[in-house]
């Protein structure tokens, strides 16, 4: 559920990186390099792979010793927390990035389709996601994702685009398993767009369904 902040203070949350304390040194610039190489080998590796995947596995396509990973990141678990918070922090910037400049009317309906799209490419997330010992480390970066879909939800209600009682929980639960879905089901996008236009029809407010579908038996639908 490419489903995508980290906690308060932690790397990624523009506007929460805590000042180092004087004479603190701060990482070389390879160091910073070999960082961001195994974080790309290990996106690439638990997508091919998925999260049994090894962290031999991502040395070996990062091009640097197991050593380097295990300094970086002690376990494969701390590995993949990261990876966790990237997607996160990536998916929570977009979502204020909309509440702040999006059109009300469709902002919600497009990041929904965006984010089962990329987790249908990205295997690695839908992976994590099913881990729960992984969603538990990253519960903090869970519910700035939340917090953010709460924003961009009322945005959208107060435009008259999606129906007074839905909540931030419910759509990101239809998120997850949709993300879920299109995974292991194997959607093409064909049938990811279908299926969330009935979803979408929920979300909206009585009256204003878009996907109106033939009666079983009528003309134009398979009995």
Do not use: Y
């Not at 091009?63 to 970086?72: C, E, P, Q, R, S």
């Not at 945005?155 to 931030?168: C, H, K, L």
């Amino acid at each position: 559920m490419t489903l995508p902040n980290p906690s308060p203070g932690g790397p990624g949350v523009p506007g929460t990186a805590r000042p180092s304390p004087p004479g603190a040194r701060r990482p070389r610039a390879d160091a910073q390099r070999n960082r961001a190489r195994i974080l790309a080998a290990a996106e690439a590796v638990f997508a091919e792979k998925g999260p049994s995947a090894s962290t031999d596995e991502v040395a070996a396509r990062a091009d640097l010793a197991i050593g380097t990973v295990f300094k970086h990141f002690p376990t494969k678990q701390a590995l993949q927390q990261v990876l966790m918070k990237d997607l996160l922090s990536d998916l929570t910037r977009e979502v204020e990035a909309l509440t702040a400049d999006g059109d009300p009317a469709t902002s919600l309906f497009g990041f929904m389709t965006r984010t089962v799209e990329q987790a249908a490419q990205k295997k690695t997330v839908v992976g994590l996601l099913a881990d729960t010992g992984v969603l538990v480390q990253v519960a903090d970066s869970l519910r700035l994702l939340r917090d953010g879909l709460e924003g961009l939800l009322a945005r959208s209600q107060q435009a008259g685009a999606v129906r007074e009682d839905a909540r931030a929980d419910e759509v990101l639960a239809l998120l997850t398993g949709f993300c879920q879905g299109a995974l292991h089901a194997r959607w093409d996008r064909d049938l990811q767009h279908r299926t969330l236009a009935l979803v979408f029809d929920g979300l909206r407010p009585p009256g204003d369904r878009r996907s109106a579908r033939p009666a079983a038996g009528s003309p134009g639908r398979a009995s």
